[in-house]
C-alpha cells in the first residue's frame, strides 16, 4: 500500500477534494437559479439594467444556469468516479465546463461595470484551472 505522503496520494486526494469543490459550488448555484428563478431573473434585471447586455438577461440566464448546473452535475459524478475507480475523465469535464462558466460570468460582470463582483470571480476561476491540471492524465 502506498503511503498518504507520496506524491501519487497527494495527487489523488487533491483530485477528490477539487471535484468536491466544484461539485458543491456548481451545484448549489445552478439549483437556486431553477428553484428561484424569478428571484435570480429580478436580481439579473436590475444589475444588467444599466449595460449593453440588458436585453439579453433571459437567454444569459438560461445559458448560465445549464453551464453551473452542468459543472456541478460533472464534478459530482467525476467526484463519486474517483472514488470508486481512480478515473478523472468526467470530473475533468466539469472543470473545464466550470473554468467555461467562469469567463462567462466574468464577462457579464466586467460589461456591467461591476469591477468588485469580476474580481471576486478570480480565485474560482484559478481553482478550476488548478482542476483542469490536476484532474488531466499525467
Known amino acids: 500500500m502506498p ?3 507520496s506524491p501519487d496520494a497527494a495527487s489523488y486526494i487533491l483530485q477528490i477534494l477539487v471535484s468536491a469543490f466544484l ?5 448549489q448555484s445552478g ?3 431553477v ?3 424569478r428571484g435570480n431573473r429580478a436580481y439579473l434585471d436590475g444589475h444588467f439594467a444599466g449595460s449593453p447586455l440588458a436585453r439579453t438577461v433571459g437567454p444569459m440566464l438560461i445559458v448560465i444556469t445549464i453551464l453551473e448546473v452542468s459543472a456541478g452535475a460533472l464534478s459530482a459524478v467525476g467526484c463519486a468516479l474517483l472514488l470508486l475507480t481512480h478515473d478523472s475523465m468526467v470530473a475533468f469535464l466539469g472543470a473545464v465546463i466550470a473554468g467555461i462558466n467562469i469567463i462567462a460570468l466574468f464577462f457579464g460582470q466586467r460589461v456591467s461595470k461591476d469591477y468588485a463582483g469580476a474580481a471576486a470571480l478570480v480565485p474560482y476561476f484559478l481553482l478550476a484551472l488548478t482542476a483542469i491540471y490536476v ?3 499525467h
Not at 461539485?23 to 451545484?27: C, H, P, R
Open 35 to 37: 428553484v428561484d428563478r
Open 31 to 33: 439549483i437556486d437559479k
Open 135 to 137: 484532474l488531466a492524465e
Open 23 to 27: 461539485a458543491v459550488l456548481f451545484l
Open 3 to 5: 503511503s498518504v505522503y
